[in-house]
C-alpha cells in the first residue's frame, strides 16, 4: 500500500507563506485524485484543495486566491502553497490519495501549521 508523508509545516506570522509537501511511496500521484485537508483543534476534518488525475483544481472558498495546489508527478509529490495566511488557517493538514475526492483512501500523518502573532 502506498504510503504519504507530508512536509513542510511550521509557524508563522499572519500574512506569511508555507509550502506544503506530500510524497507519495508510489508513482500514484498522477493517477489518484490527490487532496490536501485540514482538521482545527476540536473541529473536523474539512477538505481545502483538490488534484484530479487530469490536473484539474479545486478550493474550498475560504483559502480561494490565496492557496494553490500542485503536483510534480515525476517526484511523486503534490504541493499546497499557502500565501497571505491568517490564524483559521491554522490547524494539522493531511494529505489523502484516493480514487475519488470524497472517497475512502490512504491518508499521511499530517504537518502542523500555526498562524499567529
Known amino acids: 500500500q502506498v504510503q504519504l508523508v507530508e512536509s513542510g509545516g511550521g509557524y508563522v506570522q499572519p500574512g506569511g507563506s508555507l509550502r506544503l509537501s506530500c510524497t507519495a511511496s508510489?508513482?500514484?500521484?498522477?493517477?489518484?485524485?490527490m487532496a490536501w485537508y485540514r482538521q482545527a483543534a476540536g473541529s473536523q476534518r474539512q477538505l481545502v484543495a483538490h488534484?484530479?488525475?487530469?490536473?484539474?483544481?479545486n478550493y474550498t472558498d475560504s483559502v480561494k486566491g490565496r492557496f494553490t495546489i500542485s503536483r510534480d508527478t515525476a517526484k511523486n509529490t503534490v504541493y499546497l502553497q499557502m500565501n497571505n495566511l491568517k490564524p483559521e488557517d491554522t490547524g494539522v493538514y493531511y494529505c489523502?490519495?484516493?480514487?475519488?475526492?470524497?472517497?475512502?483512501?490512504?491518508w499521511g500523518q499530517g504537518t502542523q501549521v500555526t498562524v499567529s502573532s
Open positions: 508510489a508513482r500514484t500521484v498522477g493517477i489518484y485524485v
Open positions: 489523502k490519495q484516493s480514487g475519488r475526492v470524497d472517497g475512502p483512501g490512504t
Open positions: 488534484i484530479t488525475h487530469t490536473g484539474s483544481t
